[in-house]
C-alpha cells in the first residue's frame, strides 16, 4: 500500500513542527513549509536521521504568495504524491495588550491568516477533487467568541473557523472532507509573547498527539483540546452578552 502524505503549512515550529516529527514516527510522508528559509532548515536538521531522510521534505513557502502556494502544491502532487492530509497550520499572532487598534496589525494577520488560507484552499481544491482527501485548519476557541486584546488574530480564527464550517457542505459534494482543530494554550514561539498566565497550557507534542490521533484514528468534524478549557470556552460561546460582558470585567477588568 502506498505510504500516506501530508502537508503541513507552518511547519517549521510550535504545533506544525511538532506535528510533523509525530506523522513521521508513525510512517507518513511529511511536507513540511514556510516562509523563513532558516527556521525551515534548523526544523529539518532537528527532524531529520538516517531512517526518516527519505520521507521529510521540506518546501520554503511564503502563503501569502498565490503563485508559491501554486507552485507547491504543483510540486508535491507531481513529485512526491497525492496530498491525503493538508494540514492548514501557519499562522501570524499579535497580542494586542494595548488594546490599539492597528490596521497594520489587521491586514498583516488577513493577509497570512485569512488569505493564505484561503490560497492553499483554492489550489488544493483542484488536486483534491473527488479523493476523499482531508483539509484541516488550525483555527482556534478564541475564534469561538470576541475576546478583549485579540481583535485582529481572533477576528482571522473566527472566520476560519466559519470558513471550515460552511466549505464543511460545499466540499461535501467534490469528495474532500473539511476539519477543523482548536486547540487551547499551547507552549510555542507564539504564545511566549503572551503576558498573561494562560490556564491550562500545553505541550507542542501534546498538541502533534492529539492531532495526529483526531485526523487518523477519529472521524469528528472538529478536533479540540485540552478537553476542559476548550469546552469552558465553548460555553462562553452560548452565554448572552450581559452575561458574557459583565464575566470578563471580573475576570481581568476589561
Ligand atoms: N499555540 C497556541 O496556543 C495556539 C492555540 C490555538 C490555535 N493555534 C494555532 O496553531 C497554529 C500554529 O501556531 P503555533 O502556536 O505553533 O505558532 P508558531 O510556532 O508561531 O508557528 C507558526 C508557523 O506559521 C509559519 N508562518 C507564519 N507566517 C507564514 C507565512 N506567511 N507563510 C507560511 N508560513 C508562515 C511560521 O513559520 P515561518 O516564520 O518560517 O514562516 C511557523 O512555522 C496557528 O494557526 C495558530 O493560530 C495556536
Wanted: net charge positive; with cysteine; hydrophobic share 40%.
Amino acid at each position: 500500500m502506498p505510504r500516506k502524505i501530508i502537508w503541513i503549512t507552518g511547519g517549521s515550529s510550535g504545533i506544525g513542527f511538532a506535528t510533523a516529527k509525530y506523522f513521521l514516527k508513525n510512517n507518513w510522508i511529511v511536507i513540511i513549509s514556510s516562509s523563513n528559509i532558516e527556521k525551515l532548515t534548523n526544523a529539518k536538521n532537528k527532524i531529520i536521521n538516517k531512517d526518516n531522510i527519505e520521507n521529510l521534505h521540506t518546501i520554503n513557502c511564503n502563503i501569502t504568495d498565490k503563485n508559491e502556494v501554486k507552485k507547491t502544491i504543483s510540486y508535491i502532487e507531481n513529485e512526491i504524491g497525492n496530498i491525503n492530509i493538508a494540514l492548514l497550520n501557519a499562522a501570524a499572532y499579535s497580542p494586542n495588550q494595548n488594546q490599539e487598534f492597528d490596521i497594520k496589525n489587521y491586514e498583516l494577520l488577513i493577509d497570512v491568516n485569512l488569505k493564505g488560507t484561503l490560497y492553499c484552499i483554492d489550489e488544493l481544491k483542484e488536486v483534491m477533487k473527488k479523493r476523499e482527501n482531508t483539509i484541516a485548519i488550525v483555527s482556534s476557541p478564541i475564534g469561538y467568541r470576541g475576546w478583549p486584546t485579540s481583535g485582529a488574530y481572533g477576528m482571522t480564527k473566527a472566520a476560519q473557523l466559519n470558513l471550515s464550517e460552511s466549505l464543511f457542505f460545499d466540499f461535501k459534494k467534490i469528495g474532500i472532507k473539511m476539519r477543523v482543530i482548536n486547540p487551547g494554550f499551547i507552549d510555542t514561539e507564539a504564545t511566549r509573547l503572551n503576558s498573561f498566565k494562560m490556564p491550562f497550557l500545553k505541550s507542542a507534542d501534546f498538541a502533534a498527539e492529539k492531532i495526529y490521533n483526531g485526523l487518523v484514528h477519529k472521524k469528528s468534524f472538529e478536533i479540540f483540546f485540552p478537553f476542559l478549557i476548550v469546552f469552558f470556552v465553548k460555553i462562553l460561546r452560548i452565554l448572552p452578552y450581559k452575561l458574557y460582558f459583565y464575566l470578563w470585567k471580573k475576570i481581568g477588568n476589561f
